[in-house]
């Protein structure tokens, strides 16, 4: 009996996928023409480069077969961080990073105008030099970054620098310079606290909390009671003789502070004619939750930026008497000079 011949099994595999094939046509040619309707964003198709599956709301196409496990697949995600201008401040110096000191000029009610200069949080670090004067250093050995003028290694990536405070002989308070202390350091006063990465802080010595636990403290600038307390000044800082001997006896000299806002940013002020309680309202109009009064009179009070880090320095405040060199140059009192934190 003659053997039935069988199907050729290519063929019906053939009959079998037609139906599938067609129907998948069908979807492809109804895509392609979604996807040429020319709409963008949310209303319609979706994004070049968006993954298929997402757009459609189900799994995309399984992938072929990796050699390397998925647990051993690292990604790298490279981040730029930009810090922009802010509206009613003046650019005044920047780095790779965006603006890294800014400043603005306040009236305040009595109608002194107070200039402000901002260090942006993060953006740059601090150094405490000693002058060749003052604070005297005893027996301490200090590096180059704080002596007397700007160093070689500061040099390159200098912004700016600033006055310091009292006279050690004025008992305003001690200081300490790179771990050493020169002058013993008094609970209850207002403190400009550097840590070992060069960060600065403003708060009470030995108040709860002030320095923050862990920090690494390189060096302290105490000066007075706080200006500016909680976000206001103090009432003390109405009464001017509370707040240092002045040239002349008066109460309108050349007068600089130093102030920290709720973001990490320090505050610097300064005017060459004005009383503390200017002070106080200018850094409290332009976020300071808290302050201190640095040094006074005109010889003292002195503030310089460079545009890029390790460009020339230009005079900041108003009339004031020293040469923005000054601290690179070298000089007879304490100073701080702001480096670039990147760049």
């Given at each position: 009996?003659?053997?039935?011949?069988?199907?050729?099994?290519?063929?019906?595999?053939?009959?079998?996928?037609?139906?599938?094939?067609?129907?998948?046509?069908?979807?492809?040619?109804?895509?392609?023409?979604?996807?040429?309707?020319?709409?963008?964003?949310?209303?319609?198709?979706?994004?070049?480069?968006?993954?298929?599956?997402?757009?459609?709301?189900?799994?995309?196409?399984?992938?072929?077969?990796?050699?390397?496990?998925?647990?051993?697949?690292?990604?790298?995600?490279?981040?730029?961080?930009?810090?922009?201008?802010?509206?009613?401040?003046?650019?005044?110096?920047?780095?790779?990073?965006?603006?890294?000191?800014?400043?603005?000029?306040?009236?305040?009610?009595?109608?002194t105008t107070v200039r402000i200069i901002r260090f942006r949080a993060g953006e740059v670090h601090f150094d405490l030099h000693v002058g060749t004067?003052?604070?005297?250093?005893?027996?301490?050995?200090?590096?180059?970054?704080?002596?007397?003028?700007?160093?070689?290694?500061?040099?390159?990536?200098?912004?700016?620098?600033?006055?310091?405070?009292?006279?050690?002989?004025?008992?305003?308070?001690?200081?300490?310079?790179?771990?050493?202390?020169?002058?013993?350091?008094?609970?209850?006063?207002?403190?400009?606290?550097?840590?070992?990465?060069?960060?600065?802080?403003?708060?009470?010595?030995?108040?709860?909390?002030?320095?923050?636990?862990?920090?690494?403290?390189?060096?302290?600038?105490?000066?007075?009671?706080?200006?500016?307390?909680?976000?206001?000044?103090?009432?003390?800082?109405?009464?001017?003789?509370?707040?240092?001997?002045?040239?002349?006896?008066?109460?309108?000299?050349?007068?600089?502070?130093?102030?920290?806002?709720?973001?990490?940013?320090?505050?610097?002020?300064?005017?060459?004619?004005?009383?503390?309680?200017?002070?106080?309202?200018?850094?409290?109009?332009?976020?300071?939750?808290?302050?201190?009064?640095?040094?006074?009179?005109?010889?003292?009070?002195?503030?310089?930026?460079?545009?890029?880090?390790?460009?020339?320095?230009?005079?900041?405040?108003p009339g004031q008497n020293r040469p923005a060199d000054q601290y690179q140059s070298g000089w007879t009192r304490d100073f701080v000079a702001v480096r670039a934190s990147t760049g």
């Open positions: 009996m003659p053997t039935p011949s069988r199907p050729d099994k290519s063929l019906v595999l053939v009959r079998l996928a037609a139906p599938a094939l067609l129907a998948a046509s069908v979807v492809l040619l109804a895509a392609c023409g979604q996807g040429s309707s020319g709409l963008t964003g949310t209303s319609g198709g979706r994004p070049p480069g968006a993954d298929p599956a997402s757009a459609r709301g189900g799994p995309g196409p399984s992938s072929p077969p990796s050699s390397v496990a998925p647990s051993s697949i690292t990604t790298t995600t490279t981040t730029t961080t930009t810090v922009p201008a802010q509206p009613g401040w003046e650019v005044l110096a920047t780095d790779p990073s965006g603006v890294a000191v800014d400043g603005r000029t306040v009236v305040v009610p009595d109608g004067e003052d604070p005297p250093v005893g027996s301490a050995v200090l590096p180059a970054d704080a002596q007397a003028a700007v160093g070689g290694t500061e040099a390159p990536s200098l912004l700016a620098a600033f006055n310091g405070g009292f006279k050690v002989t004025a008992g305003a308070g001690g200081v300490e310079v790179d771990g050493q202390v020169l002058t013993a350091l008094q609970p209850g006063l207002a403190s400009f606290v550097i840590d070992a990465a060069g960060h600065g802080s403003i708060g009470v010595w030995g108040q709860p909390g002030f320095p923050s636990p862990g920090t690494q403290v390189a060096s302290v600038r105490q000066n007075l009671a706080p200006l500016v307390s909680g976000g206001a000044p103090v009432p003390q800082a109405s009464d001017w003789t509370a707040w240092g001997a002045t040239l002349g006896g008066g109460a309108n000299v050349a007068r600089s502070a130093l102030g920290e806002d709720a973001a990490g940013n320090l505050l610097y002020a300064a005017s060459m004619s004005t009383v503390p309680i200017d002070l106080a309202d200018a850094l409290v109009a332009t976020g300071a939750v808290v302050a201190m009064q640095l040094d006074i009179n005109p010889e003292w009070v002195q503030a310089d930026v460079a545009p890029t880090p390790g460009g020339p320095l230009s005079a900041e405040v």
